[in-house]
């Protein structure tokens, strides 16, 4: 025992910690640049990068480490590069750690929920503002634990430098043991030693997850909350309601309470029409024409939107609806034909050369198309105000006070300011198609596409997401496009239906028209499928 | 890195223990006709080093590094009292050998298999770790052979398996050697033989260094670990009640200091050095300083591949 504490405390062992530390800190340094570089090889849209970046993965995890040491500190001396010993080890524990980093980067990156990356593209966001506000900080997140991981293993994987004279903690233990015979007394004591710096990698993951963890400031907030005697019953049921992400829905429901008239009269309806009827055309597909390996989802569609107008695409599951959306706002590239947005011809620049990602993403931000998702697509990592705001500053440069106040304006009309700074995870799936209408606005977009924004919504929910829309098209005058499956929903707000089959339309006209009378037998079938619950006779 | 440094008084570092310098003096006594002439030159390196360096002035007041491995009491190992040098025998002879061409030495402690690859990639100068010039070895790296081997067979505690040697007493047994060892390749000829006598074949367990191996024996794992009889000798000392030396056996090879291939002048400096080293007494001197047997002197010689 007593040897046991000598060799624990002597300054030799000790020393080779120093060592011990430098060699992993090389590794883990290098192996993260190293990896970031792989990483975004492989991810790359280039495929002769992804493909080395490949080539050097399979290479240096599919060979032991101990060799590639020796590689690093006796082969490179004979091409010229004779590194100092600790750099060696640091170089080829860097090498060897690069491709685990860098799995460990593509899992995270490719773990963000791709909902939100395609809401970051819709709202104009270039590759790198979408990898750095959006992906990154969500990423980072869930790969603490296996950078912890991996930063233990490269500790204890330091101790092969001994192989290439690295005075490090077991190279030191190996030779004392050598001279002194005292073999196990040295191993345990060296064996403790790195126990503890492996704890302290631990304790470290362990503060840096708490530290980054969304919930941190609410389970603040509900501790101190609990000290306050007057909140407790409230607190109690409260807690619940955000658990089940749907808290409060009164003052959600006071809020919108002045509801306009729930639909136009007839005559109104004709002076509307007429109005736009002088509009200018707001978005103009042609001949659009889409196949996805072999199957045609889009068929040389037409379409054309004016200024202030509200078109419902209707149509059963497949007929091209989201596709045609997601081709207004160049989410998808298309085949042939063309899409013009406020006159200008997406996709190309002036002379006619298909633009780059980055410049795609600069044109969806100036033409302005908002766009909301059925299912959200919020910024799971930031709140509810900061997925308004965010954008704002990140896209279009706007001051952070002018960002939130415009945030705060938008809350408010969409009826929850009250939530302003609860994670999207914390809100009612209501609450959070609003706040992505909210987000989808705050640029002030000349057109606003909305994909079946209420289908993924329980029924109850629905109402209070459909009446924000119906706000925005009978007060605001937006010009919108909606592909939905509320029957009476569109007849009620939309100016004119268009019902889509196959990738073409096979029938559109005044909504009324078409929902009560339709003529082509496809759309007949299809509102009788639908009709049960959503007849439409909601005019007066 | 200052090393163990011979000659002590000098330097004024005493760092033999006070048994071990009383054992020193007597055989001082015991050899004194041997021993009175280096005596008596022990303030510097041999007069004749003088001139060695005025014909090899290449290395003079350069700092060259020896490429070890620490795990041979006697020859090579960290001192237990001050872990940040090394002493032995190949370290006294190795930093008079320096002190006669004007060079300091720093240490570079790899396993023994890695001594001559990292002579070779230039990451070391010079080796003088207890290594045997073999033929084979010498296509490597250039030797000046130093010293004679002779071999001890470490058994446990009354040589259950009755070894006494690399023969048919060794069949069916488990040696435990080095990596990169003579030894290895002299067990499994052994193999042929033992299968010829009717006898099952000898295992070999490869480790990476000296107290590896002798912890194979302590844990049960080998049967035996035939190496240099000084190391056999401090292992048994180590563990007495444990360990036993079976007997010595002769191994047809000389052990050497290793040079770069290609670097003739270095070689030939070296060998000039370790002749005026011998001639002054210090090599000898040294042997008895670590506890190692006489008989294990012999004048240098060059090996080489060719």
Redesign the interface.
């Known amino acids: 025992m007593s040897l046991f504490l000598h060799y624990l405390s002597?300054p030799?062992l000790l020393a080779g910690i120093e060592l011990t530390l430098e060699v992993t800190a090389l590794g883990l340094g290098g192996g993260l640049i190293l990896g970031l570089i792989l990483a975004g090889m492989q991810l790359s849209r280039f495929w002769p990068l992804a493909a080395i970046a490949r080539a050097y993965t399979v290479i240096f995890r599919g060979t032991p480490l101990i060799l590639q040491m020796?590689f690093a500190?006796?082969?490179l001396?004979?091409i010229g590069i004779?590194l100092p010993?600790v750099l060696a080890a640091g170089l080829a524990l860097a090498c060897n750690e690069a491709p685990f980093i860098a799995e460990m980067l593509r899992a995270g990156v490719l773990g963000v929920d791709r909902g939100q990356l395609t809401a970051g593209q819709a709202l104009g966001m270039t590759p790198s503002v979408l990898m750095r506000r959006v992906v990154a900080p969500q990423a980072i997140r869930t790969m603490i634990p296996a950078f912890g991981n991996e930063a233990v293993s490269a500790l204890k994987n330091s101790s092969l430098a001994s192989?290439?004279?690295v005075?490090e903690l077991t190279?030191?233990s190996?030779?004392?043991?050598?001279?002194?015979?005292d073999?196990f007394s040295i191993f345990f004591a060296s064996g403790l030693l790195y126990l503890l710096l492996t704890a302290t990698i631990s304790a470290i993951q362990l503060f840096v997850e708490w530290l980054l963890d969304l919930d941190r400031t609410t389970r603040r907030e509900r501790k101190l909350a609990d000290y306050l005697p007057w909140r407790r019953v409230d607190l109690a049921t409260k807690l619940d309601l955000a658990d089940v992400a749907s808290p409060d829905p009164e003052p959600a429901a006071a809020e919108l309470t002045d509801t306009p008239p729930l639909a136009l009269t007839r005559e109104e309806r004709a002076r509307r029409a007429a109005t736009i009827a002088r509009n200018n055309i707001a978005v103009e597909a042609k001949d659009l024409t889409k196949s996805y390996g072999g199957q045609k989802v889009l068929d040389g569609l037409d379409l054309t939107v004016r200024v202030g107008e509200v078109v419902a695409l209707l149509g059963p599951s497949g007929s091209g609806k989201s596709t045609l959306l997601r081709c207004l706002n160049h989410l998808e590239n298309w085949d042939a034909g063309t899409v013009r947005v406020g006159g200008r011809r997406l996709g190309f620049s002036e002379d006619g050369k298909r633009l780059s990602p980055r410049a795609v993403a600069n044109e969806r931000a100036s033409v302005g198309v908002g766009m909301v998702f059925q299912q959200f697509n919020l910024f799971a990592h930031v709140s509810a105000k900061e997925n308004i705001a965010g954008p704002l500053r990140w896209v279009h440069g706007m001051t952070r006070i002018d960002a939130d106040r415009r945030a705060s304006e938008l809350l408010d009309r969409v009826g929850l300011s009250h939530r302003a700074n609860a994670l999207p995870r914390h809100l009612s799936g209501g609450q959070q198609q609003r706040v992505a209408i909210a987000r989808a606005l705050a640029p002030n977009p000349s057109v606003l596409l909305l994909d079946e924004p209420t289908s993924a919504l329980d029924p109850e929910l629905v109402n209070e997401v459909l009446e924000v829309i119906r706000r925005l098209a009978i007060d605001d005058g937006l010009t919108m496009i909606i592909s939905t499956h509320q029957i009476r929903f569109a007849d009620e707000v939309a100016d004119r239906v268009a019902f889509l089959s196959g990738g073409t339309i096979i029938e559109e006209g005044p909504a009324h028209e078409v929902l009560s009378n339709p003529r082509n037998p496809l759309t007949a079938r299809f509102l009788s499928v639908m009709e049960a619950d959503k007849t439409p006779e909601a005019v007066r | 890195m200052e090393k163990s440094i011979w000659p002590q008084a000098r330097r004024g570092m005493a760092r033999a223990s006070l048994p071990r310098r009383k054992l020193m003096l007597g055989a001082a006594i015991a050899f004194g006709l041997v021993v009175v002439a280096p005596l008596s030159a022990q303030a510097a390196a041999p007069p004749a080093c003088a001139a060695l360096q005025e014909k090899y002035p290449d290395w003079k007041g350069k700092t060259l590094v020896n490429?070890i491995n620490?795990?041979?009491?006697g020859y090579e190992?960290?001192?237990?009292k001050d872990?940040?040098k090394y002493i032995g025998f190949d370290i006294d002879l190795g930093e008079a050998i320096g002190e006669c061409l004007g060079f300091k030495l720093t240490y570079?402690?790899?396993?023994f298999a890695?001594l001559l690859?990292?002579l070779?990639?230039?990451?070391a100068d010079i080796v003088i770790s207890d290594i045997y010039a073999t033929k084979e070895r010498a296509k490597a790296a250039d030797f000046i052979t130093y010293s004679k081997v002779f071999d001890g067979v470490l058994v446990a505690k009354g040589n259950p398996k009755g070894i006494n040697g690399i023969n048919l007493s060794m069949c069916g047994a488990a040696a435990a050697e080095n990596t990169g060892y003579v030894e290895v390749p002299l067990i499994q000829t052994l193999a042929a033989e033992c299968k010829k006598a009717g006898k099952p074949e000898p295992t070999i367990q490869l480790y990476d260094?000296?107290?590896n191996c002798?912890?194979a024996i302590l844990a049960g794992r080998a049967d035996t670990y035939v190496n240099d009889v000084n190391s056999v000798d401090s292992?048994v000392k180590?563990?007495p009640d444990k360990l036993e030396k079976a007997v010595a056996v002769t191994i047809p090879y000389s052990v050497g200091i290793a040079v770069p291939k290609g670097k003739p002048k270095f070689r030939d400096a070296v060998l000039a050095a370790l002749i005026e080293v011998q001639k002054a007494g210090t090599h000898m001197e040294l042997l008895k300083k670590h506890g190692l047997d006489v008989n294990n002197f012999m004048e240098p010689e060059i090996l080489t591949a060719d």
Not at chain 1, 174 to 181: H, I, M
Not at chain 2, 70 to 73: A, C, I, K, L, V
Not at chain 2, 120 to 123: E, Y
């Open positions: 002597m030799y020796v500190y006796d082969a001396p004979h004779k010993a192989v290439v004279a005075q190279l030191r190996t030779q004392l043991a050598s001279s002194t015979f073999f | 490429a620490p795990h041979t009491p190992t960290i001192d237990p872990p940040s570079k402690p790899v396993v890695a690859t990292t070779a990639a230039g990451q260094n000296n107290a002798i912890q292992a180590a563990y």
